[in-house]
């Protein structure tokens, strides 16, 4: 079945340094989502990306999907504590109906 | 978010016990998810249905059992609770967009689950 793969599981950076997460999936995706999960929280929404080779940008948070359209990355300039949390893609496979396969997420932790 | 509730919030139960989650949802939507967390595993789906009479299996099921009561209502069943079905669960809902794009996903706050 779809795998889709995140790295690094772990990530610590202080404050103000960047942070990147990477998201590889097995199969090619129609569109992919990147999620943000606090502590003690849910998943919540950030983004979607559909087209391939899309960048889009939230204020600090850029979002790129590859452009086979198998891979994604987030990446977080200059860090702040409100940036801790666990991150998580999630894609739907081309033709594979509208099932969304999580990735494994990276939880980073900010230091001051 | 507030929209999307479920119940109970924590729940410690015993091995071959009967287990019932429930998630309610106001947002109207017509999908709903059910999911388990664990730590380095991500967010596995167990179940899903786009409609009152619809469901699907997702891709890990065993041991699971759901129903769908109404458009607001998607219930989990463990019926016979293991230990390694000790997680944090949770309940999501979306809606279509349209053609080649889909809603995002809206979670409850989850349910933490132990089983002994």
């Known amino acids: 079945g779809q795998q889709v793969m995140q790295i690094p599981q772990y990530q610590h950076v202080q404050e103000g340094e960047d942070f990147t997460t990477y998201c590889n999936s097995s199969t090619t995706l129609s569109n992919i989502q990147w999620y943000k999960q606090r502590p003690g929280g849910h998943p919540v929404f950030l983004i979607q990306l559909v087209k391939s080779g899309e960048v889009k940008k939230q204020k600090r948070l850029t979002f790129q999907f590859g452009e086979a359209k198998k891979n994604s990355s987030l990446h977080i300039t200059a860090t702040q504590t409100t940036d801790v949390g666990t991150y998580f893609c999630a894609g739907r496979r081309t033709g594979g109906g509208n099932k969304l396969t999580f990735g494994t997420g990276t939880q980073l932790k900010v230091e001051l | 978010d507030a929209d999307v509730t479920q119940t109970p919030r924590n729940r410690i139960t015993k091995t071959g016990k009967r287990i019932m989650l429930e998630c309610s949802q106001t947002?109207?939507?017509?999908?709903m998810y059910w999911y388990r967390q664990d730590p380095g595993l991500g967010l596995r789906l167990i179940y899903y249905?786009?409609?009152?009479?619809?469901?699907n299996k997702g891709e890990i099921s065993d041991g699971y059992s759901v129903s769908r009561q109404a458009q607001a209502k998607f219930s989990l069943s463990l019926e016979s609770a293991i230990p390694n079905q000790t997680a944090l669960y949770f309940c999501a809902t979306s809606d279509l967009a349209g053609s080649g794009s889909y809603n995002e996903q809206f979670f409850g706050p989850g349910t933490r689950l132990t089983v002994l």
């Open positions: 947002k109207g939507h017509d999908r």
């Open positions: 249905s786009f409609d009152v009479k619809d469901i």
